[in-house]
């Protein structure tokens, strides 16, 4: 048998809309908040109203809150979003001296999936690579070779030296200021020794 919620007392409606209203005013007013942003805050506030008195609620209601949003499949980014506004309401409410508490505090964020990278296939890279290497021109020459040692290596852009060795593995010193020894291909290898190139004048480094 559903549970029915029982009604809430007029009176606790008519504080919190008040609450509700003061909240949106000062965001208008002090922060300059535009139409849409404060419809929007509105609905997300209105929206967890319908699950719990907003000047009353606890901690645990509002975890109750996004634990039923993250149930119903509701996107991170969205559940992120309603807490936010839960957070800039209840941040009021307790400056203002409404609530003696802020039951946002310490509840993290919904953290979102970050979509897997997307990689090229062997047949899209080797397709870049012959691309690359027919332009003959210094730039051109430049272009091929960072293309080989980004990929021979396993590097990143800011990694690309500007004078390569010409023999692996060779040292690269990343922001965590560990040193790195990278083995590049022999494909990599070939186009070092073959075109030495300095990375910022695009001349041949070396006879």
Not at 162 to 173: D, G, I, L, M
Request: glycine letters at 8%; hydrophobic letters at 40%; aromatic letters at 8%.
């Amino acid at each position: 048998m559903a549970k029915v919620r029982a009604p809430r007392p007029q009176g606790a409606i008519n504080q919190s809309a008040y609450l509700i209203e003061s909240f949106l005013d000062m965001m208008g007013a002090e922060r300059g908040a535009g139409i849409n942003t404060l419809a929007a805050y509105r609905r997300d506030i209105l929206d967890f109203a319908g699950h719990a008195d907003p000047a009353k609620a606890s901690r645990e209601e509002v975890r109750a809150f996004l634990a039923g949003l993250s149930s119903s499949g509701m996107a991170a980014s969205t559940q992120a979003r309603k807490l936010s506004a839960l957070r800039q309401f209840y941040g009021f409410l307790y400056t203002e001296g409404f609530r003696g508490d802020d039951p946002t505090q310490t509840i993290a964020a919904p953290q979102a999936r970050r979509p897997l990278p997307k990689i090229l296939s062997g047949e899209d890279l080797e397709a870049m690579l012959q691309m690359a290497a027919q332009d003959t021109s210094p730039e051109g020459l430049r272009l091929s070779l960072i293309v080989e040692m980004l990929y021979g290596g396993g590097l990143r852009v800011s990694e690309a030296k500007p004078e390569p060795p010409k023999r692996a593995p060779y040292p690269v010193r990343r922001r965590s200021a560990k040193r790195w020894q990278v083995a590049s291909a022999s494909r990599c290898l070939d186009a070092m020794r073959r075109r030495p190139l300095d990375f910022r004048t695009f001349q041949r480094v070396g006879p």
